[in-house]
């Protein structure tokens, strides 16, 4: 036995911070060499013993286990035992595998280290499910020891022995650190040890005295976030070196939010890509999942890529092509933005790796620089992953085909970066030790496995030195008295915690020894020693809770009943963007105006372009002026604009020399001749302009369903009065004030007395023309027709066509009554059309005219401003981020509450 302490610490948290603080006050005293304090969790120390004393000989080597099951490998066991136990079960395709191991794993480890008893003494409450677990655990240890592993609370005991009846050495003293409850299993290790004559102390980390704490209500947990972090920088303000700590109950759930308003509370620069990783006066005790990396996650992509070679999703290699992470990132930076638009245009939503390839190379081919990502897509396309291997050869492929894709990019990484990947490096290292319990598996399998091990690793950039602000879960410990503590999320239905018992033990089993999570009396009393701990942690406490989560109420802990409340609580603080927005903090400058269309410039976009002017100026200025358009969204078989311009040239090809005397003069086998005909030439006729053949398949059912379509309209066009279609489709080309408009008119009709009848088909759900009495006509390509394109004919009616299998109807205006069928005349629609605005028919023409050109003047003066009627008119604009209506909302609301 020698003399050396020993500080046995709950967490590797903190047993790093106690070395730390160690080290800080051996410097401070003046020392210019000290011995390191040994601060090591349990399981670290006793694993060290264990192979200290195999090395002695003192542990034959054949009672030592080949391996140790670490969590991942120890969950894929008990996978594996399930799956074999449940393989002759009629409903095994039903059960969550992964969930069953889950609890079955969390069982067996409560038996073991919280002397749970199932077994024979208490048959009578055993439950089938308990039956089942204590078949299943059977299994599971024939299992282990057949491949000779162990698992971790196995091992424990086992370790137990080593220091009860091997002569290992051990130091004088132990002092344990930061443990709020010990478990039936750690207890007899205590003995053990006190047995050998080590002192088992406890190493103080709190104030002897308790604080005075307050407590605080907010209106809901981001309420909370913001005072918590204001309140941490005025900490700051009134003592830089101060020491603090925000404690969250629910750490994971509130991260994200909880850092964002930290760096724009306490490092705005940071913003800033160079200042990205910057060291921070903050670190959070929970890190986030390894696969969420944007690194590890473009590597995980990459891999998938290869196992799902004939069934690639889009938009995952939309996502891989826009990463930094791979290939010619930046050199080609430009030309692969240039492959994601063309793939989005030319491609179908679901694509295959040589398609991409054989786009790439087209790209490539047109004198761009794309040749390093053409590479490595070969490299990708060549990788051969058929047949099973074992995870450790899996391993090395992986490793080889992410560097043949060129990760992680050409530009050098960042310290993130770096340990990102050495992270990336050690999960790739466990997956290789998986091969005792997989055997060999196939590369969907090994991916998948890969994937869910990177998602159950939590990685967390190391911070520089110790921040002066921590950001912890409840059953973290401090390694020293803070100077104040912050604990938010104080709420009745978080803490104390819920009781969760197993489900595959029995409750009463788990009650009697006080398991984890086993009743609300258990969890009582551990959230009590939590509470008691925190009180000495510093000599300011600040507790806080919520009023509302949502729409439900909500209510404070009962630990905090009795505790004051704060007398001078502090503001929540305020983001970077709201503060930005302030309006003393503004310098407004009316730029709505921008360059007015000169001399000789072209600006086209038919009446795509005096639609979006008339509904927002912007929208029309950066759309049709500037260019900026939305990249398309693509789809497997044919969107809603394709079958819109599939619907127009089927019902092109059957009205084109016919009228309404030829369709009623159709008998019904005549009709349906006819109906095939036009849906056959139709279709020819667009696919002839597809950049991608369509399926056979496919094409069978869209012709079915234009047949049903076709024969449902024409049989409601039979209602009408005679008439002639004059133009079908028919290109127009005009000119508005200056401005070029291209239009195609879907269709003309002439009556009997050479009034022409104008149409527009629709396919959509929402279809009004209530803006043709407006000045701001926002669906103006009817008028334009009537007023501008056909201004030499004499108008009857004007009209959308709305063209549905659940609809069939016109929608419009006409001159005289009756003209079409469920079409007002300018008489009946009084209610829309005012009679002291609109006094005859002609009228409503020249409305037309005057209000489009006076749009059209709009655009070539360069009127550009961010107004509408209603957000909802915007539902389809193509630039709509463009027009940043969340900061103009938030400069509304500021303004208005600074007036009011």
């Known amino acids: ?120 003494d208490h048959t009578h409450e055993q439950t089938q ?39 290992v050495p051990l130091p004088a003293c132990i002092h344990l650190a930061g443990f709020d409850r010990n478990t039936p299993q750690e207890k007899r290790l205590f003995a053990a040890l006190q047995q050998r004559g080590v002192e088992v102390l406890t190493w103080p980390l709190g104030l ?7 407590q605080i209500a907010y209106d809901d947990a981001e309420a909370e976030c913001r005072a918590a972090v204001a309140w941490a920088h005025t900490q700051f ?39 990205a990783e910057m060291p921070r006066r903050y670190d959070f005790s929970l890190g986030t999942p390894l696969a969420t990396h944007p690194m590890i996650a473009i590597a995980l992509s990459l891999l998938r890529l290869v196992t799902q070679r004939y069934r690639i999703a889009q938009p995952e290699f939309c996502t891989l092509l826009a990463s930094v992470y791979w290939s010619a990132s930046e050199s080609e930076a430009d030309t692969r933005a240039r492959l994601d638009a063309e793939m989005r245009r030319k491609l179908g939503a679901t694509l295959h790796i040589e398609q991409l390839l054989r786009l790439a190379r087209q790209v490539q081919g047109e004198g761009t620089s794309l040749s390093r990502l053409v590479l490595h897509l070969e490299n990708v396309a060549a990788a051969d992953w058929r047949g099973r291997n074992a995870p450790s050869a899996w391993s090395a492929q992986f490793s080889a085909l992410l560097k043949a894709s060129g990760w992680p990019g050409e530009r050098s990484i960042s310290s993130h970066e770096y340990q990102a990947r050495q992270s990336w490096s050690e999960a790739l290292a466990d997956f290789a030790r998986l091969d005792l319990l997989l055997g ?73 020894v006080g398991a984890p999570n086993s009743c609300s009396r258990v969890q009582a009393e551990f959230a009590q020693a939590i509470h008691a701990r925190l009180l000495h942690s510093a000599p300011e406490i600040v507790f806080s809770w919520s009023h509302k989560d949502g729409e439900r109420e909500l209510r404070p802990s009962p630990l905090l009943a009795g505790m004051p409340e704060w007398k001078a609580p502090v503001e929540p603080a305020h983001t970077m963007a709201e503060r930005l927005a302030q309006p003393a903090s503004m310098q407004h400058i009316d730029d709505h105006i921008a360059p007015p269309v000169a001399e000789g410039e072209k600006v086209r976009g038919g009446a795509g ?75 020819a006729q667009f696919c002839q302009n597809q950049d991608k053949a369509l399926p056979e398949h496919f094409l069978a059912l869209e012709k079915q369903r234009l047949q049903f379509l076709l024969a449902a309209w024409l049989e409601f066009e039979r209602g009408r009065s005679s008439f002639t279609v004059e ?93 079409l069928p469920g079409v007002d005349c300018l008489e009946e629609a009084r209610k829309l059309f005012l009679e002291e605005t609109f006094p005859d ?23 550009a401003a961010v107004k509408f009627a209603s957000e909802d008119d915007l539902a389809y604009c193509e630039v709509k981020p463009l027009l940043r209506l969340p900061e103009r909302k938030l400069q509304f609301e500021r303004e208005a509450g600074s007036h009011g």
């Open 841 to 863: 028919w002609p009228s409503v023409l020249n409305h037309w005219k005057t209000c489009l050109a006076a749009i059209a003047n709009e655009i070539k003066a360069g009127e």
């Open 1 to 120: 036995m020698n003399g050396e302490t020993l500080v046995l610490c709950s967490t590797p948290r903190l047993a790093r911070n106690l070395r730390l603080a160690h080290s800080r006050d051996q410097a401070a005293q003046g020392f210019k060499q000290w011995r390191p304090l040994q601060a090591l969790t349990l399981n670290q120390w006793l694993d060290a013993l264990y192979t200290q004393a195999q090395l002695m000989g003192l542990i034959p080597a054949e009672h030592a286990p080949r391996l140790v099951l670490g969590p991942t490998q120890e969950r894929i066991l008990w996978e594996r035992t399930i799956e074999s136990e449940l393989a002759e079960n009629p409903a095994e395709a039903l059960f969550d595998r992964a969930g069953l191991a889950a609890a079955a794993m969390e069982a067996h480890r409560l038996m073991q280290e919280w002397s749970v008893d199932a077994g024979t």
């Open 440 to 512: 060999t598996i196939p590369a969907t399998e090994a991916v998948s496995r890969l994937a869910r091990l990177c998602q159950e690793r939590i990685f967390q950039p190391e911070a520089v030195g110790e921040p002066q602000l921590q950001v912890m879960g409840m059953l973290e410990a401090q390694s020293a008295p803070l100077d104040a503590v912050w604990v938010m999320g104080m709420n009745d239905h978080a803490w104390p915690p819920p009781a969760r018992p197993n489900p595959l033990l029995p409750a009463e089993a788990q009650r009697r």
């Open 609 to 683: 372009l005096l639609k979006a002017q008339a509904i927002c100026p912007a929208w029309a200025y950066y759309r049709y002026r500037l260019g900026a358009r939305a990249l398309e969204e693509p789809v497997d078989g044919l969107d809603s604009m394709d079958r819109g311009t599939l619907l127009h040239a089927v019902l092109q090809c059957f009205w084109q020399g016919r009228g309404s005397a030829a369709l009623q003069a159709m008998d019904e086998a005549t009709l349906q001749a006819a109906l095939l005909d036009a849906v056959e030439r139709g279709v």
């Open 727 to 819: 133009e079908c489709e028919r290109k127009v080309a005009l000119n508005i004030e200056g401005i070029a408009v291209d239009l195609t008119l879907d269709r003309v009709d002439a009556l009997d007395d050479g009034r022409l009848v104008v149409i527009d088909y629709k396919t959509g759900g929402t279809v009004s023309h209530k803006s043709w009495a407006e000045t701001r006509i926002s669906e103006p390509q009817l008028p334009i027709y009537a007023a501008l394109a056909l201004a030499d004919g004499e108008i009857a009616a004007v009209c959308f066509a709305k063209v549905r299998a659940d609809e069939q109807r016109f929608i419009g205006i006409a001159h005289l009554p009756e003209t």
């Open 208 to 214: 002897p005295q308790a604080a005075d704490a307050v």
């Open 129 to 167: 499910e308990t039956r089942q677990f204590l078949r299943w655990r059977n299994a599971f240890r024939a299992a282990c020891r057949k491949l000779e592993v162990q698992d971790v609370a196995s091992q424990f005991d086992a370790q137990i022995e080593c220091v009860r009846h091997f002569s």
């Open 237 to 275: 303000a009134n003592n830089p070196e101060a020491r603090l700590a925000i404690v969250v109950p629910e750490l994971g759930a509130l991260r994200a939010g909880l850092s964002a308003i930290l760096d724009d509370v306490l490092h705005p620069e940071s913003l800033q890509p160079a200042h």
